[in-house]
């Protein structure tokens, strides 16, 4: 709205005139304070600040901003127990923002513009694409960036986890696809790449190291604080942030990376390549593509291998989750070697179990054989230990045991129908019964209760009553083999009567 000259020229009066803020005069002339400053700026006339009033501040200022000179990072809390032990009265709350007034800004930092050679360099980055679950797990969701510097070609993968081996993962998948491999990799100073870096002595990841080797690159890391240095690939992940996933909707990481190869070839592909605004960046990447160097034969192995501890159940904890192993395998350290979908457990050299890759969390990944064989394991030892058992209270049960398993008998039924009657009849009674049906040529269980009746039957004794007993007193009550005295004869023999 046009202000009329009355007003404009009180406007002038009283802010130049009178010293009025503007505000004030907004708010007494009824007018927008924009259309205040308007007038005043307008007019041609110097604007007149705010008149500076004496501080106590004022006598220290050449001792801090020569202190802020040397220290520019200097934190306002140390500056001003500095300035208060030279005797300043102010309060700390006040001193911090007449510090942020005085503390030197930095300079505005002009960088060049980058340039390679095709098929000189990529640059590789991670970028975060937020969680997934599955199941009960929830992972994070990775995005592996690599960018041929040049051509602007762009490799994208998705992993669970940004950890070493879908870091190895990534490059040989990038390598594959382009069918080559520039002459140097950029990086930032992630953990995967360099483990320790004191100014210009780097010490880099061992893995790198060796898939660099393999694959003939140098690996390189930008400056500290850098960024603008892998600018390409920064821009990369922004582009695939905006452009691809954003709104994106998928079933699972497969899903997801084969929607990520068909936009890779498609729209990231057809945008212009900004070394050469006549080419799209695939035709720019074709002209590329015979720069890179070639590859060896065989791919670097990018297998997960961890040293596991087998307990006393037959399973290994690997990324956690079980995964079932042969019973003959507990109690010892095995291997797992693990890809993205497929989980082998080796003993030394040998492959003992090979399975599915879970995701999840706090699952039993098993083979049924597995259980079903330590299951029939049990059940033979159980018959194992019934046996000892009776062999060692009834001495001739062996005999019958053995012709038992001979005429084709389950041994483990034959043993706990025997010791049935052993809990019901007793030693005595059961051995006279044994060799009884021994005798008569019949060795069955049937035949060695059918003695025991008749016995009690001319005994006129009633049935007996199974009572049953905890397992501490069936132990408690094990019969004893008793020992011959010859021995003891033998060692008083020779023995002096004084003595």
């Known amino acids: 709205m046009a202000l009329s000259p ?19 005069i907004a708010t007494q002339l009824q007018v927008h304070r924009d259309s205040v400053a308007r007038v005043l700026a307008q007019a041609g006339l110097p604007a007149l600040g705010p ?16 202190t802020l000179t040397q220290f520019p990072r200097l934190r306002a809390s140390r500056v001003y127990d500095m300035v208060k ?39 590789v980055d991670w970028g975060h694409f937020g969680h997934l679950e599955i199941g009960r797990a929830r992972r994070p969701l990775m995005a592996f960036v690599a960018v041929l510097s040049w051509s602007r070609q762009i490799f994208l993968r998705f992993y669970l986890g940004a950890h070493m081996e879908n870091f190895l993962r990534g490059h040989v998948g990038a390598l594959t696809a382009w069918g080559g491999c520039p002459r140097v990799a950029l990086y930032d100073n992630l953990k995967s ?6 100014g210009s ?45 954003a709104g994106r909707r998928f079933t699972d990481v497969d899903d997801l990376n084969a929607q990520a190869d068909a936009w890779v070839i498609g729209p990231a592909g057809e945008r212009r390549c900004p070394e050469d605004e006549a080419l799209t960046v695939h035709e720019a990447f074709e002209q590329e593509r015979t720069r890179l160097l070639t590859l060896p034969g065989n791919a670097f192995p990018t297998d997960e291998v961890k040293a596991v501890c087998a307990g006393k159940t037959p399973y290994v904890r690997f990324d956690l989750n079980d995964y079932s192993i042969p019973h003959t395998c507990v109690a010892r350290t095995l291997s797992v070697v693990a890809s993205l979908d497929q989980v082998r457990v080796l003993d030394g050299q040998t492959v003992v179990a090979t399975h599915r890759r879970s995701y999840d969390r706090r699952q039993q990944i098993e083979i049924p054989e597995h259980i079903a064989t330590l299951v029939a394991h049990k059940h033979q030892a159980a018959a194992h230990r019934g046996t000892d058992h009776l062999v060692q209270a009834v ?64 005994k006129a004794e009633p049935p007996p009553l199974a009572v049953p007993l905890p397992e501490h007193v069936k132990r408690r009550d094990v019969p004893v083999r008793p020992h011959r005295l010859d021995d003891y004869d033998q060692l008083m023999e020779g023995t002096p009567d004084d003595e």
Do not use: C
């Not at 009180?10 to 505000?23: D, K, V």
């Not at 008149?51 to 200022?61: E, F, M, T």
């Not at 039924?413 to 040529?441: F, P, Q, S, W």
């Open 395 to 458: 001495p001739t049960s062996r005999e019958l045991l053995t012709q038992a398993v001979e005429r084709g008998e389950p041994l483990g039924r034959t043993v706990r129908a025997l010791t049935e009657l052993l809990e019901a009849y007793g030693v005595a009674e059961l051995t006279v019964a044994i060799a009884d049906a021994l005798g008569r040529g019949v060795p069955h269980p049937n035949a060695v209760r059918l003695a025991l009746e008749k016995r009690r039957q001319a």
């Open 51 to 66: 008149v500076r009033r004496p501080s106590v501040i004022d006598p220290y200022l050449p001792f801090i901003l020569d």
């Open 201 to 245: 002595v780097i010490r880099f990841h061992p893995t790198l190291l060796a898939l660099s080797g393999h694959y003939r690159f140098e690996p390189r890391p930008v400056a500290v604080a850098r960024g603008n240095e892998k600018g390409r690939v920064e821009r990369a992940v922004r582009f695939i942030r905006d452009a691809f996933f």
């Open 6 to 24: 009355e007003i404009e020229a009180q406007i002038l009066r009283y802010y130049h005139a009178e010293r009025w803020r503007i505000g004030t």
């Open 193 to 198: 790449a360099v483990l320790e870096r004191q």
């Open 85 to 123: 032990g030279r005797g300043y009265p102010g309060r700390p709350d006040h001193f911090r923002h007449l510090i942020a007034r005085h503390r030197p800004r930095p300079k505005a930092e002009a960088y060049l513009r980058l340039r390679t050679l095709p098929g000189e360099q990529m640059q």
